[in-house]
């Protein structure tokens, strides 16, 4: 794994409001996606109150993105990259696309063989999403959705263009055929807040497509846009090829539950927080111990450690946070499972967990099927 530390151009009292109050409103978020995801495996599809459910998940996920949009303009967030099959990496982000009315047909092409980058894996998937989200709100009738991914040698004269060396890439197209862009309009969809259509469309002003170009940039590659008016818009991320495949990140999932029998020691400042862990771990068969802060994780972890099999941390807490936590945690039982539960995309205090040998992370908010793999995950290491 690779690590990269952005430069932090906003001032500290800012990015200090905006952590907080991220961090605040994705604690709120985990609690409410974790019984409602309690509530969804509760009852059948058939269930009058199943598809509320459906969409009370959907605003939280929503509330997730304005979150790690308030990061990102404090840009208090870190890269944590892996070698990732862009190939797997689409398909997982196509197949929680929601069509639903939107009359939008769906094509996606994915190259035959791995696509191998060295990236960030949550950054690229909100890449694509903020791509995916433009498409289709540029076809408001209806049209055609086509996602496609190749790789491409990119040389000399048209690397020059791009502002790239020349090498092999992943160019990852998204196309719609919607209502396409004047040059006016092209020459400004990158600007914060910008909207072509502030009155009809306010939902389009944002920084979703502001910080999909940071983010590739920041991944050594270019975004690339084509748009003609009442015909369509493609949208090409370009990202230098890997040429090993070596510790591939993104492993296939089922989407079902997976049970475990362990001893769990879930540890959180927040009291809403503890509550829905405690039930989703006894929901998945593991018997749970609490604690409100990481003094009391030592403290419990020093009297139970024998028969506590996984400890998952808090990022943010007073007095100790997770990595002082983790560290004297890690004094006691040098081989301890620790798995780290956080609201940001991996700061730095988080980075140096994993270089210290914790065994994984899960960003807030999760769902229940997410959290069940993700522990059964660590506990197998």
Same mark, same amino acid.
């Not at 903020?130 to 049209?143: E, T």
């Not at 263009?161 to 040059?183: C, H, N, P, Q």
């Not at 040429?243 to 927040?270: H, I, W």
């Given at each position: 794994?690779?690590?990269?530390?952005?430069?932090?151009?906003?001032?500290?009292?800012?990015?200090?409001?905006?952590?907080?109050?991220?961090?605040?409103?994705? #604690?709120?978020?985990?609690?409410?996606?974790?019984?409602? /995801?309690?509530?969804?495996?509760?009852?059948?599809?058939?269930?009058?109150?199943?598809?509320?459910?459906?969409?009370?998940?959907?605003?939280?996920?929503?509330?997730?993105?304005?979150?790690? =949009?308030?990061?990102?303009?404090?840009?208090?967030?870190?890269?944590?990259?892996?070698? !990732?099959?862009? #190939?797997?990496?689409?398909?997982?982000?196509?197949?929680?696309?929601?069509? *639903?009315?939107?009359? $939008?047909?769906?094509?996606?092409?994915?190259?035959?063989?791995?696509?191998?980058?060295?990236?960030?894996?949550?950054?690229?998937?909100?890449?694509?999403?903020?791509?995916?989200?433009?498409?289709? =709100?540029?076809?408001?009738?209806?049209?055609?959705?086509?996602?496609?991914?190749?790789?491409?040698?990119?040389?000399?004269?048209?690397?020059?263009?791009?502002?790239?060396? /020349?090498?092999?890439?992943?160019?990852?197209? &998204?196309?719609?055929?919607? &209502?396409?862009?004047?040059?006016?309009?092209?020459?400004?969809?990158?600007?914060?807040?910008? @909207?072509?259509?502030?009155?009809?469309?306010?939902?389009?002003?944002?920084?979703?497509?502001?910080?999909?170009?940071?983010?590739? =940039?920041?991944?050594?590659?270019?975004?690339?846009?084509?748009?003609?008016?009442?015909?369509?818009?493609?949208?090409?991320?370009?990202?230098?090829?890997?040429?090993?495949?070596? #510790?591939?990140?993104?492993?296939?999932?089922?989407?079902?539950?997976?049970?475990?029998?362990? @001893? $769990?020691?879930?540890?959180?400042?927040?009291?809403?927080?503890?509550?829905?862990?405690?039930? !989703?771990?006894?929901?998945?068969?593991?018997?749970?111990?609490?604690?409100? @802060?990481?003094?009391?994780?030592?403290?419990?972890?020093?009297?139970?450690?024998?028969?506590?099999?996984?400890?998952?941390?808090?990022?943010?807490?007073?007095?100790? *946070?997770?990595?002082?936590?983790?560290?004297?945690?890690?004094?006691?039982?040098?081989?301890?499972?620790?798995?780290?539960?956080?609201?940001?995309?991996?700061?730095?205090?988080? =980075?140096?967990?994993?270089?210290?040998?914790?065994?994984?992370?899960?960003?807030?908010?999760?769902?229940?099927?997410?959290?069940?793999?993700?522990?059964?995950?660590?506990?197998?290491?």
């Amino acid at each position: 794994m690779e690590h990269i530390q952005l430069k932090s151009e906003a001032p500290d009292a800012v990015e200090a409001l905006a952590g907080g109050i991220a961090h605040d409103f994705n #604690n709120l978020l985990a609690a409410i996606k974790g019984r409602a /995801s309690l509530m969804m495996n509760s009852i059948k599809p058939s269930d009058p109150l199943y598809h509320h459910i459906i969409e009370i998940i959907r605003c939280i996920d929503k509330g997730s993105e304005i979150a790690t =949009q308030l990061l990102g303009f404090a840009k208090v967030d870190d890269y944590y990259t892996a070698a !990732i099959d862009v #190939n797997r990496l689409v398909r997982r982000t196509v197949e929680h696309l929601d069509l *639903n009315g939107k009359r $939008v047909v769906l094509d996606v092409d994915l190259d035959s063989k791995p696509l191998i980058i060295e990236a960030d894996p949550d950054k690229i998937t909100q890449v694509l999403m903020s791509l995916i989200d433009n498409a289709l =709100q540029a076809m408001p009738k209806g049209g055609k959705l086509s996602v496609v991914t190749e790789s491409a040698a990119i040389l000399n004269g048209t690397a020059d263009a791009y502002g790239l060396s /020349s090498g092999l890439f992943v160019r990852i197209s &998204i196309t719609d055929t919607g &209502i396409g862009m004047e040059k006016t309009v092209l020459d400004k969809i990158f600007t914060p807040f910008y @909207s072509a259509d502030h009155e009809r469309h306010p939902e389009k002003k944002g920084l979703g497509l502001t910080f999909a170009r940071e983010i590739v =940039q920041n991944h050594s590659g270019v975004i690339d846009v084509w748009s003609s008016p009442h015909i369509g818009s493609s949208f090409s991320v370009i990202l230098p090829l890997k040429e090993t495949s070596d #510790n591939l990140d993104l492993p296939s999932k089922e989407e079902k539950l997976v049970m475990g029998n362990e @001893s $769990v020691l879930l540890v959180d400042d927040e009291e809403r927080i503890l509550t829905v862990g405690r039930e !989703i771990c006894k929901a998945l068969g593991y018997s749970v111990i609490t604690a409100a @802060s990481g003094k009391e994780a030592v403290k419990i972890y020093k009297k139970d450690k024998k028969k506590i099999n996984l400890v998952i941390l808090d990022m943010i807490m007073p007095e100790m *946070n997770g990595l002082e936590t983790f560290l004297k945690l890690k004094k006691i039982n040098p081989d301890i499972k620790v798995l780290l539960s956080t609201g940001y995309s991996i700061d730095e205090k988080a =980075q140096e967990m994993l270089r210290q040998g914790c065994r994984g992370y899960i960003l807030k908010p999760y769902s229940v099927i997410d959290f069940s793999h993700k522990l059964r995950e660590v506990l197998e290491i």
